[in-house]
């Protein structure tokens, strides 16, 4: 029996391209439904009773999380689940998250206040990175090198138009110019790569464009991911690592990755591992 999943986004990237097109020959019909179009309230409501699963995809987190409450209310199932996506759109979240179960992140401090951000450089000293707490592929992340011209750059924050968007993350610049990224499906790491900075820009992602190279077999980098997942749950993730002298400690949990970095480096068959994660999950 063929099943019926919906991929909810907000739009058609590569990845959902792929999705959708390994989908029939692992028995399942994948089609795109607008996050914008599902109408979702009551248990009752109508939109998703004729799909068996959900897979959210939303680029916007708070979408994400709210399609995922109220679609686990009505019944259907959804990859990944509410509380996994409530806690990977918030990063300040996320780590009070792991650091309850003892899974190394960076030191932090959240800022929400000038006062919080000149004490977060008293205390953390430089060279920071300020960061929103919602947003991903390295937009607005800000490495701060001298402290003459920290505040300079809080000045653009403050202009912001609303206090979520004002709300940010102040932490040691650790990376060194590479990350590790993870990408999960079910419990498993499907593939692994690690980004470094390329040119100018010194962020690691692969969003950017940044060199990349596939990532040998680590047993540290196996432990940590399995502990993210145990505490998130089965699911697909992108789980973002840096190294530091002490060992490996997750920087983010992306709930809805991109992979087509990943995959282009590393040659694995994400969408495939995927939509068999998918039947899996249905049988």
Known sequence: MTRNVAIVADRISWEERRLIEAAPELGLHVEWVNDESLCLGAPGAPSVQDFDALLVRSRSYTRGGLVAT???AAGIPVLNSARAINACENKAVLRSVL?????????FRLVLSRRDFEKALDELGVPVVLKPIFGGMGKRVTLIRHTDTAQS???YVEDLGHAFEQACLVEPYLSGGSSVRCLVVGR??????EFASAGADWRSNAALGNRSSTLAYDP???????AVVSELGAGIYGVDLFRTDDGYVVNEVNHAPA???VAS???????????????ELLS
């Open 188 to 193: 498993d790491i499907v593939a692994a790569a």
């Open 265 to 279: 480096v590393t040659g694995a068959d994400i969408p495939t591992a995927v939509g068999s994660f998918v039947q």
């Open 259 to 261: 992979f087509r970095g």
């Open 70 to 72: 109220l679609a686990e």
């Open 153 to 155: 750059v809080y000045d």
């Open 220 to 226: 540290d980098v196996v432990k940590i991911v399995d």
């Open 99 to 107: 650091s309850s179960a003892e899974i190394p992140v960076p030191d």
